[in-house]
């Protein structure tokens, strides 16, 4: 790859220091052993006495993709400080990971919940059993531990307001406006790998309130109404077991996006899933 222009350089570095937030990265570690109150993927969940398990469409109880301990975590505000947080999707084969296309959580394919407090009432006899699981029909195929780190992030090339925030930046410093144009069709070849390089996360990204990074296109409808990222995860190949953790597709990512007042109401009830794969 040829150096990029003094201008394509100029803007990843004002997009950069636009974007720049704190986000949770998620790191799946194999050699810790999965607590049943801590954070991971799969396995039985915390579950509460008294609480009603959630059920599909058909009525039959959904796997857990996920939990996070929120306080084990050390998340701080806009995310919850302090219970578990919790994914749950539908076995239903008609459905794909419990997803019917995209859209908003109505409790029939996916459900995100979550547990003001974690006490010493869990019941592991509501919990019930999901013996031999087809693995098509799940993108979780292990229980793994999850260990959480906040790091800073920056935005990537198929995050929704990245074509926006690139030509207000081009506008701003030669005058220039875009019209419809895509930001890929305003570089060079060379300036394109440059940006998608510079400013394309590193996968897999599994993820708390970063930029989603997508294998294919901005996937939401309406990202003004669900403009926080809940939960990225995403498919990743263990060289250690030789054994998916987890895969979406063909190595594909999971989203859970909610919107920023639901959050500080601590409302999950319209949050929004969808995945894609490459």
Known sequence: MKQASEMAIRI??????????DHYRLILNEERVPEALGSKIGGKPYWPVGKDYPVDEQGKP????????????GLQAPLPEYGM???FISLNPELMYGCR?????DGKGFKIVYHETIGENADPAAVPTHDNVDDMLTPVKREVAIDVVCETTTTSVSDGHFNRMFFDIVEEISGVKHG????????GNDDCLFFEK???????SHQMLGYPVYSQEEARRDIQRHDTLLFQLDSQYSLASNQALVMWGDM?????FINSDDLAARDFS???YCWDCG
């Not at 296309?101 to 959580?105: K, P, T």
């Not at 419809?180 to 570089?187: A, G, I, P, R, S």
């Open 12 to 21: 990843a570095d004002e997009i950069k220091k636009r974007s720049e937030r």
């Open 62 to 73: 959904m796997l857990m993709l996920m939990q996070i301990n929120c306080a084990q975590a």
């Open 85 to 87: 947080l919790q994914w």
């Open 101 to 105: 296309g995209n859209y908003v959580d």
């Open 180 to 187: 419809d144009k895509m930001w890929y069709e305003y570089l």
């Open 198 to 204: 510079s400013l394309g996360m590193k996968r897999p």
């Open 252 to 256: 594909g990512s999971g989203f859970v």
């Open 270 to 272: 319209l949050t929004y």
